[in-house]
């Protein structure tokens, strides 16, 4: 049976629906960075999934091809996730969506070199005629953080964030969002499947001791 990281790992993926803290380890994600309204018709948002998704497939279905990854195991792609952030904005300001800057990311398995993540592009350019340039290879060590499961539509998460706040401060923690340490969704649903109000999405904080 294929490894799923949101099985393996449910404190990560699937939190209940009241805060929590916890601790991420370092994790490597295939990366693409942009900016502007994600909802826009061709926006820069929409273009990075695509290219995640080739290169998150490549990689995947590399066991039925002549590269044979060291360490390769058969796994579900994990989910798609975004780093958000606005200029002069501590958290998010949803009202401007137009100001969003992000990073939208897939995790990669442990095994994935920088190596094979080059080689991975490499195909994906070859098979899809089309420009990856803009995919990276990206470390990123998250740290302590608090999160929750938001259920319902985006524009509803600021409630769900409210909450997150109120808990970590009870428990003697602080918001600590940095241009290094950011707003981070996890997206559970399939936007364009699922209804508004059934949406399923990690949202996730750093923190740090007062």
Request: aromatic share 14%.
């Amino acid at each position: 049976m294929a490894f799923d990281y949101k099985k393996e790992y449910k404190e990560f993926y699937m939190p209940k629906k009241k805060p929590a803290i916890v601790e991420i380890p370092p994790m490597n994600y295939i990366a693409v960075r942009g900016k502007g309204n994600p909802n826009d018709e061709g926006s820069e948002y929409k273009e990075s999934i695509g290219l995640l998704y080739a290169i998150a497939f490549t990689i995947k279905m590399s066991k039925k091809g002549e590269r044979q990854i060291e360490g390769y195991f058969d796994y579900v792609v994990p989910p798609l996730e975004g780093f958000w952030w606005q200029e002069d904005v501590r958290g998010i300001d949803y009202a401007h969506k137009e100001d969003f800057q992000f990073i939208s990311v897939i995790r990669l398995p442990d095994f994935v070199t920088r190596e094979d993540f080059a080689w991975a592009i490499g195909q994906a350019e070859q098979k899809k005629k089309q420009d990856f340039s803009k995919a990276e290879f990206f470390a990123y060590e998250e740290g302590l953080c608090v999160q929750c499961m938001h259920i319902g539509p985006y524009d509803d998460e600021p409630e769900t964030v409210n909450a997150m706040h109120g808990y970590m401060e009870a428990q003697g923690y602080e918001l600590d969002i940095t241009d290094k340490r950011l707003h981070h969704e996890i997206y559970l649903s399939d936007a364009r499947r699922v209804a508004p109000e059934r949406l399923k999405t990690v949202i996730r904080h750093p923190i740090r001791q007062k």
